[in-house]
Nanobody
Framework: QVQLVESGGGLVQAGGSLRLSCAAS????????TGWFRQAPGKERDLLAA????????YHEDSMKGRFTISRDTAKNMVYLQMNSLNPEDTAVYYC????????????????????WGQGTQVTVSS
């Protein structure tokens, strides 16, 4: 089992940046793909980026490339999402999640591939 806790959300002005963190407890991320999702009110939960913990190989949703970057710190057992050039459309609850699947499968399957979820952290971007 893995327990995930997100942090780093908050209020930011358009054009600003935030760095979200995801910490695991109970087990390490080793052997997992970890991902970042977001969900705005009335919308589905969408995959933003994912990373293979062991290899560091990453995937970024095309629309996120150049603005959002996923990374990991193996020593701290943490996963990060660096978000730059934020705009009001980025306002959502952001979730980290873990999947016991290959990266390509976790990306292709989306949310259904992920077995463990954090409670989310709110990101609000003001115009």
């Amino acid at each position: 089992q893995v327990q995930l806790v997100e942090s780093g959300g908050g209020l930011v002005q358009a054009g600003g940046s935030l760095r979200l963190s995801c910490a695991a407890s109970g087990r390490t991320f080793s052997g997992y793909v970890t991902g970042w999702f977001r969900q705005a009110p009335g919308k589905e939960r969408d995959l933003l980026a994912a990373i293979n913990w062991s290899s560091g190989t990453t995937y970024h949703e095309d629309s996120m490339k150049g603005r959002f970057t996923i990374s990991r710190d193996t020593a701290k057992n943490m996963v990060y999402l660096q978000m730059n050039s934020l705009n009001p459309e980025d306002t959502a609850v952001y979730y980290c999640a873990a999947a016991q699947r290959p990266l390509s499968t976790a990306v292709a399957m989306g949310a259904s591939a992920y077995d463990y979820w954090g409670q989310g952290t709110q990101v609000t971007v003001s115009s």
